[in-house]
């Protein structure tokens, strides 16, 4: 069950990717300007994270076997849409980037699909095994570019598109419910908003805004971000994103593992406090060297480790049947960070040439998250 997740995941983040890797060349090809560049790349990023809340809802309600199947099923349409007019026109590609936001929302199905199949002592670990899954972004990074290059605009969507149909059929076939993951009624209005008092859904929201809006500007933008920064080609430009990728994700059981073993909030603080140090170095365009070698590395490694921790302090605070739920609604409120971020760069870059003011923001918004988890941590500390 563990595998099926993982490789639904790999394959829905190799889709919602897709836009970053391409925008050069969609650039290219359409004639867009920066902003639609920008909404290109952060629409499914919003969609994907704001679609968690209802997606979230279905799996605690019908479980997480069905709801792969419909996930999956909406992400092949998607990137049907795509190939066929998202490579001839501005308006089909932002639809289609639209509609490519539902690949995102295949954590939240994941997450509680797995969770209930694993004890307390191990689900960090399993969790963070789910989120290693979005290393399908960097099949995305490493095949994109080059496929298009090959075969036309239309090649990496359809290519994907096939991978997932495969992948309907072996989830249909193969994925099975634990009996933990018991389906839960009651009206979805009630239950968000039993959800949004709980104490950890505001705090696990504030960590994960962070997390995501960072992680948005240094993946979804990145290969902009180097091509107009330092001038590298879309190609190479691709690969750096795919490095940075496969470091963040494989970098997410380490997360859990430490979650397991220590209190989530701890790895957690640390991991907010590099993010905050990296970012704010990076404000300063540091020479390429640097960043390829020291500041986006530290990024990953920090990145990977936040969204483990956060989400395995989630699955260790509420009942199995509210795990995709409060997962969902953390997710949504902080896919308004992750739409923004890539926004604010186009616009840093647009208006200043530059974008250090737009990255000096995100290092004083990580700041303040690492300052409320250090205070968390004491607290916690001084609670029998």
């Given at each position: 069950?563990?595998?099926?997740?993982?490789?639904?995941?790999?394959?829905?983040?190799?889709?919602?990717?897709?836009?970053?890797?391409?925008?050069?060349?969609?650039?290219?090809?359409?004639?867009?300007?920066?902003?639609?560049?920008?909404?290109?790349?952060?629409?499914?990023?919003?969609?994907?994270?704001?679609?968690?809340?209802?997606?979230?809802?279905?799996?605690?309600?019908?479980?997480?076997?069905?709801?792969?199947?419909?996930?999956?099923?909406?992400?092949?349409?998607?990137?049907?849409?795509?190939?066929?007019?998202?490579?001839?026109?501005?308006?089909?590609?932002?639809?289609?980037?639209?509609?490519?936001?539902?690949?995102?929302?295949?954590?939240?199905?994941?997450?509680?699909?797995?969770?209930?199949?694993?004890?307390?002592?191990?689900?960090?670990?399993?969790?963070?095994?789910?989120?290693?899954?979005?290393?399908?972004?960097?099949?995305?990074?490493?095949?994109?570019?080059?496929?298009?290059?090959?075969?036309?605009?239309?090649?990496?969507?359809?290519?994907?598109?096939?991978?997932?149909?495969?992948?309907?059929?072996?989830?249909?076939?193969?994925?099975?419910?634990?009996?933990?993951?018991?389906?839960?009624?009651?009206?979805?209005?009630?239950?968000?908003?039993?959800?949004?008092?709980?104490?950890?859904?505001?705090?696990?929201?504030?960590?994960?805004?962070?997390?995501?809006?960072?992680?948005?500007?240094?993946?979804?933008?990145?290969?902009?971000?180097?091509?107009?920064?330092?001038?590298?080609?879309?190609?190479?430009?691709?690969?750096?994103?795919?490095?940075?990728?496969?470091?963040?994700?494989?970098t997410r059981p380490v997360g859990g593992w430490l979650a397991d073993r220590l209190t989530p909030a701890r790895p957690l603080a640390a991991a907010m406090i590099v993010l905050a140090v990296a970012?704010?170095?990076?404000?300063?365009?540091?020479?390429?060297?640097?960043?390829?070698?020291?500041?986006?590395?530290?990024?990953?490694?920090?990145?990977?480790?936040?969204?483990?921790?956060?989400?395995?302090?989630?699955?260790?605070?509420?009942?199995?049947?509210?795990?995709?739920?409060?997962?969902?609604?953390?997710?949504?409120?902080?896919?308004?960070?992750?739409?923004?971020?890539?926004?604010?760069?186009?616009?840093?870059?647009?208006?200043?040439?530059?974008?250090?003011?737009?990255?000096?923001?995100?290092?004083?918004?990580?700041?303040?998250?690492?300052?409320?988890?250090?205070?968390?941590?004491?607290?916690?500390?001084?609670?029998?």
């Amino acid at each position: 069950m563990l595998a099926v997740a993982v490789l639904g995941y790999v394959l829905a983040s190799w889709a919602w990717a897709l836009m970053a890797p391409l925008a050069p060349l969609l650039d290219d090809a359409l004639g867009l300007t920066p902003m639609q560049q920008a909404l290109a790349v952060s629409l499914p990023v919003v969609v994907g994270t704001l679609g968690r809340v209802p997606v979230g809802a279905l799996t605690d309600r019908f479980g997480g076997r069905l709801v792969f199947v419909l996930v999956t099923g909406a992400t092949i349409v998607a990137l049907l849409v795509l190939a066929t007019f998202g490579t001839r026109s501005v308006g089909g590609l932002l639809i289609g980037a639209t509609l490519l936001g539902v690949a995102g929302t295949m954590l939240t199905v994941g997450v509680p699909f797995v969770s209930a199949w694993f004890p307390d002592a191990h689900r960090g670990l399993a969790i963070g095994a789910v989120g290693a899954g979005l290393c399908g972004n960097a099949i995305g990074g490493f095949t994109a570019v080059r496929l298009t290059q090959e075969y036309g605009m239309a090649a990496p969507y359809l290519v994907t598109a096939a991978a997932l149909g495969v992948f309907a059929l072996v989830a249909g076939a193969a994925a099975r419910n634990a009996p933990a993951q018991t389906p839960r009624a009651g009206a979805a209005r009630i239950r968000v908003a039993a959800v949004l008092r709980l104490p950890i859904t505001r705090q696990a929201t504030l960590w994960y805004t962070v997390s995501l809006a960072l992680f948005a500007t240094f993946s979804a933008t990145l290969p902009l971000y180097l091509v107009n920064t330092y001038r590298l080609g879309a190609a190479r430009a691709g690969d750096v994103l795919a490095v940075f990728v496969l470091v963040s994700v494989f970098t997410r059981p380490v997360g859990g593992w430490l979650a397991d073993r220590l209190t989530p909030a701890r790895p957690l603080a640390a991991a907010m406090i590099v993010l905050a140090v990296a970012t704010a170095v990076q404000a300063f365009t540091p020479p390429l060297a640097l960043t390829l070698a020291g500041t986006l590395p530290v990024l990953a490694v920090g990145l990977g480790i936040v969204n483990t921790t956060v989400i395995a302090q989630i699955a260790a605070t509420v009942p199995p049947t509210m795990i995709g739920l409060v997962t969902g609604v953390t997710c949504a409120i902080a896919g308004i960070a992750g739409f923004l971020s890539p926004l604010l760069m186009a616009f840093s870059f647009t208006r200043y040439g530059d974008y250090g003011p737009a990255l000096g923001a995100l290092a004083a918004g990580s700041a303040f998250a690492a300052w409320i988890a250090v205070i968390q941590i004491r607290r916690a500390g001084r609670t029998p």
